[in-house]
Structure formats: structure tokens, C-alpha cells
């Protein structure tokens, strides 16, 4: 018997490619070659048409299958060799586990008493500048660009004759942890390598939260950030590390971070 | 004071007005997070009971952030209208609830009245309505605004055209600007946030929106979302700025934690009229969302709601063209899921109506909250028919920049074709002349980026 289905061969090219993804979905664009141009100038889902007010099949299909794919990376784990590679050892905040993590911020944001117990007892006090890690919302994100910007930092401040403290890696943390962090340590800048929590096609993007003198009360408006560290349409961190370095300088020379930098700097110029 | 009912036979009794507002209101896990919510389904009902008889002067006396302490609580208070207030203080939040769904009730009437509320009044009645009251109320009440076009007029929906790039490349901006305009996107504003906060960036941002806005004439407004103070230093040195954006916050505290002051903004808004190439009379842009006090630490044990309620209050003092909630870009600890959401999306669509500006929905959520972009499409469809005045416009809805999703270009053109609703009238006649849209409905030469590469 010859059944239909024995003829049907679906056999895809993987749509997530570059060339499968920005394939130019507009029927009969103005300036073909000039679309093409605009396309790759930008990571945007740009040229990708419509099929009337909608989204044509394989752009919505590619949407849902990047979102698919973030949802997988929230929960992943930074790993050991990552840690050991860059020396850091672990110490976690109040949080029990992941689900705490997204509900709770505030416990995030303050170490537990073992931790503060292994900082007291591991670290150095006082450096210049104190660099932890921690992993945020992607475990990806530290484990893909830490290892290449961390060095870039430590080596960048070593050579301008800065001090920098011990590294060490914070579970389950969020940027105001830095707080807790400086109360034990007395550095003069506290820099912390954070996961940003997945975009979609970018789940592995890092930011550089930055403040001066961080303790009780500091909030974002006193830290600076470099955000959207990453090999995939965002800065890279050989690049984001050296521009880390120069914006560490700018808070020792002038004692200050965030809004208050930026008045001070507005007034230098 | 004594604040009490019976349920099902069972007592409740709440000490004060804050802790009758934060308990009668909707599930938030902000709110739990801040150990202010309802503990019972049971409680939370029957702090609604309580607070449906609560007479409007009640509120007015009880802010939750007290006046001595607080400027943005100040600003509110001082800008009653005591004529106004005088007519409606004895009116208790459920007969204001069934007066602003009346029939005989104008949205003429609801604007002059929205001129007695304050914060708290507008949150309590916020949370007697039902998800339909939100979006019927709304639909009532309009408030116009002018830049170089008109937002806020019944039967438009706007979009802001929005189109970040990671490193702030002009030429990949540029790229996703002519894609949002060939979809119609871009009448509230061509709105950028940079990744580069630096007045060098901003100005340089600023000046290749403004060149596209010249050469093709566009009836529209630009904006570089950075602080505040950045930009009136941009604006000192002759930026082309269209509107002047800041990120607003509950009190000032949390404004503190932004980095803004009440006198900071009154010198950019004075700054703002003195110098933005548009017509005016508005020139301010203002962003808000639930939860933004509580991650400052600076809530006074109040809900999220109410807190939100307040920054309508300021944002008023200062005639924005418009206003919107960024409703699911916070995250999970704020509002859990997509029924959370869709609720703080049209409470706050609502409540910014009620206080009285043109207020739009950036509706969105992130990649770590349980909501898909189906609820955002869903939430869209309900704000667009309460009257929301505009959305996000983001290529496929992804954000190059912000790692969220929000509403599309596509979006937006979809619900103007679906409900009948029309871009801010000068843009849409431009986009008739230049032969992209025709009687309301997008033509084949849309949704074409090339289609700008022409002059």
C-alpha cells in the first residue's frame, strides 16, 4: 500500500544559525541590498517583514524558540573550574535556593554569617579595590566572559600601582551585597562581576557593578555599571575590562561613584 | 480611629490606613516580600469591605508617607484643588468606585474631580474595581498632550518607537528606527535608552534622531532616556531634545535612590520649556512601576500599589506629554506572574488616568518571570481597549539592549487594524503622504526599512 506519510521528508537546517536568522523575510523591499545593510548593522529582529499586520511564520516560530531557550538558562549552575581557575572561593547570602533567590532580593543582598565569618578570616583588608563574583541571574554569563575579563581587571589595576583584595565567588547574590561585603573588607572601590539575567539569543551577557566606599545605605544612584558584557552583540570583556579598569581610576582620583562622579567629573570638564 | 468588619462571621480589625491599604490590595509578591499583604484571601476581602466605606478626607489626612518627611507627599497635598476636595471629601471610596463608572459621569467630570484626589484616594479605589472596572473607567477619561503632535485623543493609539542597540551604534539605531517607522511606530516619541550614560553619547544620539526627524518631516518627538542630570547638560550644551525623560519613583527616598530630587526635576522642567526644539506645551517624559520603592528600601511599609499611585502625583506637577508604566520589567520578586501583571498594567494605566496625564504601557516582562509573550499580547488588547495612549514599539518585541520583552512593531500596527484605532492625526498624515499607511491600514510598502533609504 503506498501511504502518503512514506513521501514526507521534513528535514530542517537549524533555523538559530546566523545565516537561517538573518535571512531577509521582506517580499519585494525597496532597496534589497540597502535592507541587507541596515540588517547587519544591528542584532535587532529587523527586515523581518510582516504577513499582514503580524509576523511572518519563521520569525514568531524563531521568537518563541530564543525564549525557549533563555527559560532553560535561568537555571544553570557557574561551575567549579571557573571558580578554581580564577582562585575564588564560595560563600553564599541568605538565600536557600533559586526560587528564594527570584522572590526574596533583600536576602540576596546580605551574607550569611558563614560568609562573613570565611571573608573575615580569607581576605585582606583594605585593598584599593575589592573584585568579588557572583551569579546573578546566568550562571552562563560568569562562566563564558569571567575568566577573560577578570584578568584584564587584576592586571590593568596591578600595573597603575593599585592594591587589589582576595577574590571570591558569592552565591545567590545581587548587586547590593557589595554593602555587606565592604563592611567586612574597608576597600576603597568594590567591584562585582554579576550575570544579567537572560535576553533572548543572549543568555550569557555580564555586568561590572562598580561603588565607591559601598556600605549601609548606598544604593544604585552611588554605583556605576558597565552592562552588556558579552561576545553576542555586546561589548567584549577584554574591552569591557580595560574600560572597568579606567572607570576604577576615575573613583580613586575623585573619592567618589555614581551620580556623584558624575557631578564631580561634570565639574573638572 | 477604628477600622474593623466581620466576615463570615470572623473580625478583622486593621490599625491604620496604611496597613488597610496594603492589605485590601490585589496578591503582589512585592508586597509579601515586604511583609505588608493580606495573609488570608479572607483578610485581604474583607480590608476591601472596610476600606469601601472609608471616607475620601480619611485619606487625605493619612498619606502614607507622612508630610514633614516627604517632598513628593508635599508636592500632592500642595496641589489639591480645596474647591474641588471640599465637594467630594465626604464621598467614602465606594461611592467614588460607582461615580467614576456611572452613566451621567463625563470624562469633563472626571477631569475636573481628578483634581481633588490625592494618591491614596486614587490607589484605594484603584483596588475595589475589578479588572473590567479598570479597563471600563479608563476608557472614560482622556488627557491630551502637545509636543509636535497631539497624544491622547479618543480613537488614536501611539507607539513609541524604541530602538536600542547594545553599544549604541547610531548607524544599527538608525537601521531600527526606519524599521519601526515603515510599521507606523513612532508617533509618541523615537525614545533611546542608551547604554552609554555619557552627555558626549547622549548629544550624539540626539543629533541622529533629530536628522531623520528633519529630512523626512516627521510630526514627532526624540528622547535619550538617560539621567536627568545628563541630559540638561546635553540640552545646556544644544542638543536637539524633543522631550526631557527621567524615571520616577514614590517618594523621596526612592527618588534618591534614582539620583532625582523635586528641585532637580523643577530645574529640568524649566530647562526643558526654555530649550527643547519641540512646540510644547509638554516636554516631559516619565517612566514608573510597581516596586521601585520597595527595592530602595524606601516603601514606609506601604504597598507597591499605592506607592505607584504617588508617582502620578508627581508626575502631574510637571505637564508630562506622557507617562508610562514599565509594568513587568522588575521582576518576579515584584509582581510573581502574568495574572500579576495584566493586573498592575491596567491598575496603573487607570490611576495614571485618573490623576490626570496622558499615560501609555510599556508592557513587557522578563525572561525569569512566569509570563510568555502571549500574556503581553493579551495585556495589550486589554489596555488598547481601556484607551491606553501608547506602547512600547521594539523590533519582534525583543529589546537589543534591556534583555526584555515588550510589546512590537507589529503589535502596534495589529491592534490599530484590529480595534480601529489611528496613529496621533499628524502622523498619520505623514504617513499618508509619504504612501506607508492608507484610511487607517498599513499599504504593501510598509514594514519595509529600505523604504527610508530613499532620501
Known amino acids: 500500500m503506498d501511504r502518503a506519510d512514506d513521501k514526507v521528508i521534513i528535514d530542517l537546517p537549524d533555523p538559530t544559525l546566523p545565516e537561517e536568522r538573518r535571512a531577509i523575510g521582506v517580499k519585494n523591499p525597496h532597496d534589497l541590498e540597502g535592507l541587507r545593510n541596515l540588517c547587519a548593522a544591528t542584532t535587532a529582529r529587523i527586515g523581518v517583514g510582516r504577513a499582514g499586520p503580524r509576523p511572518r511564520t519563521r520569525s514568531l516560530l524563531l521568537f518563541h524558540a530564543d525564549h525557549a531557550a533563555a527559560q532553560d538558562a535561568i537555571y544553570g549552575e557557574v561551575a567549579e573550574e571557573v571558580k578554581a581557575k580564577l582562585g575564588l572561593f564560595t560563600v553564599k547570602t541568605q538565600v536557600a535556593d533559586r526560587d528564594e533567590y527570584l522572590l526574596r532580593p533583600d536576602l540576596g543582598r546580605r551574607l550569611c554569617d558563614d560568609a562573613k565569618a570565611t571573608i573575615a578570616a580569607r581576605c585582606i583588608r583594605q585593598p584599593q579595590v575589592q573584585i568579588v563574583v557572583g551569579d546573578g541571574l546566568s550562571a552562563a554569563a560568569v562562566n563564558t566572559n569571567a575568566p577573560e575579563i577578570y584578568p584584564i ?5 596591578k600595573s597603575a600601582g593599585v592594591s587589589v583584595g582576595t577574590p571570591f565567588f558569592i552565591q545567590f547574590a545581587r548587586v547590593g551585597v557589595i554593602n555587606d561585603v565592604n563592611a567586612i573588607i574597608g576597600a576603597d572601590v568594590v567591584v562585582i562581576l554579576l550575570g544579567e539575567r537572560p535576553g533572548l539569543g543572549v543568555a550569557d551577557a555580564l ?28 561589548m567584549n570583556p577584554l574591552e569591557a575590562g580595560a574600560y572597568v579598569v579606567e572607570l576604577i581610576k ?14 564631580k567629573m561634570s565639574g573638572v570638564e | 480611629m477604628l477600622l474593623r468588619t466581620r466576615l463570615y462571621g470572623k473580625m478583622y480589625e486593621f490599625r491604620t490606613i496604611k496597613e488597610l491599604l496594603a492589605k485590601a490590595n490585589e496578591e503582589k509578591s512585592g508586597d509579601r516580600q515586604a511583609g505588608i499583604a493580606a495573609t488570608t484571601a479572607a483578610e485581604r476581602m474583607a480590608a476591601r469591605h472596610v476600606l469601601a466605606e472609608t471616607p475620601l478626607a480619611v485619606l487625605r489626612q493619612n498619606p502614607v508617607v507622612p508630610y514633614e518627611e516627604d517632598e513628593v507627599t508635599r508636592v500632592i497635598q500642595d496641589a489639591v484643588d480645596e474647591v474641588v476636595y471640599d465637594e467630594i471629601k465626604g464621598w467614602t471610596v465606594g ?14 467630570m472626571i477631569r475636573r474631580v481628578s483634581d481633588g484626589l490625592t494618591a491614596e484616594m486614587v490607589a484605594a479605589v484603584t483596588k475595589l474595581m475589578s479588572n473590567l472596572d479598570l479597563i471600563y473607567g479608563a476608557s472614560k477619561i482622556r488627557f491630551t498632550a502637545h509636543a509636535n503632535n ?44 542608551p547604554m552609554d550614560d555619557s552627555v558626549d553619547n547622549v548629544m550624539r544620539l540626539l543629533d541622529m534622531t533629530y536628522e531623520v526627524i528633519q529630512r523626512w518631516r516627521i510630526p514627532t518627538q526624540n528622547c535619550v532616556l538617560a539621567h536627568v542630570t545628563t541630559q540638561m547638560e546635553a540640552l545646556k550644551r544644544g542638543a536637539p531634545m524633543g522631550l526631557m525623560f ?17 528641585g532637580m526635576l523643577d530645574e529640568a522642567y524649566t530647562l ?33 500599589l499605592t506607592m505607584e499611585a504617588r508617582i502620578y502625583g508627581l508626575a502631574k506637577r510637571y505637564r508630562p506629554f506622557q507617562v508610562n508604566t514599565v509594568v513587568g520589567f522588575i521582576g518576579p520578586e515584584y509582581l510573581y506572574d502574568a495574572t500579576q501583571i495584566t493586573r498592575a498594567g491596567l491598575e496603573d494605566h487607570f490611576m495614571g488616568k485618573l490623576t490626570g ?4 504601557c510599556d508592557a513587557c516582562y522578563t525572561n525569569h518571570a512566569r509570563a510568555t509573550q502571549n500574556d503581553i499580547e493579551n495585556l495589550a488588547v486589554l489596555l488598547a481597549a481601556a484607551g491606553c495612549d501608547y506602547f512600547m514599539g521594539v523590533p519582534m518585541g525583543d529589546d537589543a539592549m534591556l534583555s526584555y520583552q515588550c510589546t512590537s512593531y507589529h503589535d502596534t500596527a495589529t491592534l490599530r487594524q484590529l480595534l480601529g484605532l489611528r496613529p496621533l492625526p499628524e502622523f498619520e498624515a505623514w504617513m499618508e503622504e509619504i504612501g506607508l499607511m492608507r484610511d487607517g491600514r498599513l499599504t504593501d510598502k510598509a514594514g519595509d526599512a529600505s523604504f527610508f533609504l530613499q532620501r
Open chain 1, 153 to 157: 581587571i587584576e592586571q590593568g589595576l
Open chain 1, 207 to 234: 555586568s561590572a557593578y562598580l561603588g565607591y566606599r559601598p556600605g549601609p545605605g548606598k544604593t544604585d544612584a552611588d554605583r556605576d555599571v558597565v552592562c552588556m558584557i558579552t561576545y553576542h552583540g555586546g
Open chain 1, 250 to 263: 576615575k573613583m580613586l582620583r575623585h573619592e567618589s561613584s555614581g551620580i556623584g562622579l558624575k557631578i
Open chain 2, 95 to 108: 461611592e467614588l468606585r460607582e461615580w467614576v463608572l456611572a452613566d451621567n459621569t463625563t470624562t469633563a
Open chain 2, 150 to 193: 497631539t497624544i491622547g485623543l479618543q480613537g488614536t493609539l501611539a507607539s513609541r518607537n524604541q530602538p536600542n542597540h547594545p553599544t549604541d551604534s547610531v548607524d544599527g539605531i538608525r537601521a531600527t528606527l526606519y524599521e519601526g517607522l515603515s510599521f507606523g511606530s513612532g508617533d509618541s516619541v523615537i525614545g533611546i535608552n
Open chain 2, 246 to 262: 527621567q524615571s520616577l519613583a514614590g517618594s523621596q527616598k526612592a527618588n534618591e535612590a534614582f539620583g532625582v530630587t523635586v
Open chain 2, 272 to 304: 526643558a520649556q526654555k530649550h527643547c526644539v519641540s512646540e510644547g506645551p509638554n516636554f516631559m517624559y516619565f517612566e514608573t512601576g510597581q516596586g521601585t520603592a520597595l527595592s530602595a528600601d524606601a516603601h514606609y511599609d506601604a504597598d507597591q
Open chain 2, 357 to 360: 496625564v496622558p499615560m501609555g
